[in-house]
């Protein structure tokens, strides 16, 4: 079953949506996720997974898209630890999903899991467990991305927060003009799931972060349109986009940018590039380790 059939399953029906916390990337995943949920008039109530602060039991839960489900990050598997007994039902966006055994074996039939790529699915559908597990894209590749700069037509909210957050990015991506005049634009990790550090240890090119330059606050709704707005803006700049940032990949194809998508630590970039952007997008060549 298609995600956005399942969703459509949940019209009339009251449900807590928890966004994947984490960097602008996520903000991308969240942006279209709320884009989708408005398209079909889906009633819900934001919550922050960093921080559970309401009554979930008999409740139906919605959890954001991503890579949160894998030993790297504890968020999911400590919110399904938690609550998969307790909620009337709960669904998992298209994520990643690897090494998860014990909690998944111990999810009930409440419980709903759709993987993001293969192997993620393939993991999934070879543990013995009473969930369901699905197979579709990255949440990210649903977004209309012609309507995030008409979202603010109707909608302004300037909070000092928000304020200061946008004047450090202005700073920040005008620095980086200073520095990069090319067209060309360099988006690597510097974080646990690179694979790439060294290259830019050794100052070969030019390198901004954006997925963590441009993290936001908050994963509500209008901050991350306004993030995915902001990123919009900067990526028109370039012409050509190398990166290992999954979501500023698929922002950039978006866009109809020419992009150099390379490996992250482990095989997330490779398995999402072989089933979701390789027979979509001709922009997008992927290229494995820059290290190699």
Not at 88 to 110: A, C, M, W, Y
Not at 172 to 184: A, I, T
Not at 195 to 201: I, L, R, T
Not at 284 to 290: I, R
């Amino acid at each position: 079953m298609a995600v956005l059939d399942f969703l459509s399953e949940l019209k009339g029906i009251d449900f807590y949506y928890f966004p994947n916390p984490g960097n602008a990337g996520d903000s991308v995943i969240a942006c279209a996720t709320y884009q989708v949920f408005n398209k079909l008039n889906l009633k819900f109530t934001v919550c922050d997974l960093n921080n559970v602060d309401v009554d979930l039991r008999g409740k139906v839960v919605v959890l954001g898209g991503g890579g949160n489900f894998i030993n790297l990050y504890p968020n999911v598997r400590r919110f399904f630890q938690k609550y998969h007994d307790v909620c009337e039902r709960i669904i998992l966006l298209p994520h990643t999903v690897r090494d998860q055994d014990e909690i998944i074996k111990s999810l009930s039939g409440n419980v709903t899991l759709f993987a993001r790529e293969i192997p993620s699915y393939d993991y999934l559908s070879s543990i013995e467990t009473e969930s369901k597990c699905y197979l579709d894209h990255d949440m990210a590749l649903l977004m209309n991305i012609s309507e995030v700069p008409d979202y603010f037509l109707i909608r302004r909210k300037l909070t000092f927060a928000l304020f200061f957050r946008n004047v450090k990015r202005f700073i920040r991506s005008f620095s980086y003009r200073l520095r990069n005049r090319s067209q060309d634009l360099y988006v690597f990790r510097g974080d646990s799931e690179s694979s790439n550090v060294a290259f830019f240890d050794y100052g070969k090119v030019h390198n901004i972060d954006l997925s963590q330059a441009f993290a936001a606050d908050s994963m509500d709704e209008y901050e991350s349109f306004d993030t995915v707005n902001k990123m919009i803006s900067f990526i028109n700049s370039y012409q050509i986009v190398h990166t290992d940032r999954l979501h500023v990949c698929i922002l950039s194809a978006l866009l109809g940018k020419q992009v150099k998508f390379y490996a992250n630590s482990y095989d997330k970039n490779k398995s999402i590039y072989e089933f979701s952007l390789k027979d979509r997008f001709d922009s997008v060549e992927f290229l494995g380790d820059l290290n190699e």
